[in-house]
């Protein structure tokens, strides 16, 4: 596609689900990043995979985020047993090499709320 | 560890008058400094970034930023505001550990133009 896709671009989640967030990034392109941005607060790093590999998820917040990227493609950030603190907007973001200042293009988020 | 601080979480000016978003760095490396805009349900772009050279940073839109080491420095000017440029607008410095240009945002400063 043109841009970064994400979806469901909205979730409402009972506190104990399990939810599932799906980023499909621009083709092509090695590096894909996950941020999590609560609300008026700016984005913070979640994780990183350049191509199928999780290079760094120094930034996720517990063993009940788990994210993937099989074919170095498409990713998933799944959150377990949910909790009424993991409600945010999670953005996903890619860039076309893995080293370097190339831009980096966000999707529109997927907006969790927990109740 | 690297971060940002923007001062003011909201800033109004009229139309036509001067845009001035500040953001101070703290980096233990020359950092690489960013500047994105966000509208409303929507992902972040790109307005311009400071690497290496010239310090003075064009970007879209007429924004422009100055990178000043000895005042840590990065702040976000428009000589004239347009009812556009409304959104919520972000600083970042790059953490460039292992290349991947992982970013620390700003809080975030919400920018409101009075006609």
């Known amino acids: 596609g043109a841009g970064v896709s994400q979806s469901p671009r909205y979730k409402v989640a009972k506190r104990g689900q399990d939810v599932a967030l799906r980023c499909d990034p621009i083709?092509?392109?090695?590096?894909l990043f996950w941020y999590q941005q609560a609300l008026g607060q700016g984005p913070e790093f979640l994780t990183y995979?350049?191509?199928?590999?999780?290079?760094?998820k120094s930034g996720l917040p517990s063993d009940r985020f788990f994210a993937e990227r099989p074919e170095g493609s498409v990713s998933t950030l799944k959150i377990q047993r949910t909790q009424q603190e993991d409600s945010a907007v999670y953005l996903c973001?890619?860039?076309?090499?893995?080293?370097?200042?190339?831009?980096?293009?966000f999707g529109e988020g997927s907006r969790l709320t927990v109740l | 560890a690297q971060s940002v601080t923007q001062l003011g979480s909201h800033v109004s000016v009229s139309e036509g008058a001067l845009v001035l978003l500040r953001c101070n760095y703290s980096?233990?490396?020359?950092?690489?400094l960013f500047w994105y805009v966000q509208y409303p349900n929507q992902g972040l772009q790109l307005l311009l970034k400071?690497?290496?050279?010239?310090?003075l940073v064009k970007g879209i839109n007429g924004f422009e930023a100055e990178f000043k080491k000895s005042e840590t420095s990065f702040h976000l000017t428009k000589p004239s505001a347009h009812m556009s440029d409304a959104a919520e607008y972000f600083c970042?410095?790059?953490?460039?550990?292992?290349?991947?240009?992982?970013?620390?945002f700003g809080q975030g400063t919400r920018l409101t133009i009075n006609p």
């Open positions: 083709s092509g392109h090695v590096s």
């Open positions: 973001a890619s860039k076309l090499s893995a080293l370097g200042t190339g831009e980096l293009f």
């Open positions: 980096s233990s490396v020359p950092p690489y």
């Open positions: 970042a410095v790059s953490d460039q550990v292992g290349g991947a240009q992982k970013l620390v």
């Open positions: 400071y690497t290496t050279g010239a310090t």
């Open positions: 995979f350049q191509n199928e590999a999780q290079l760094d």
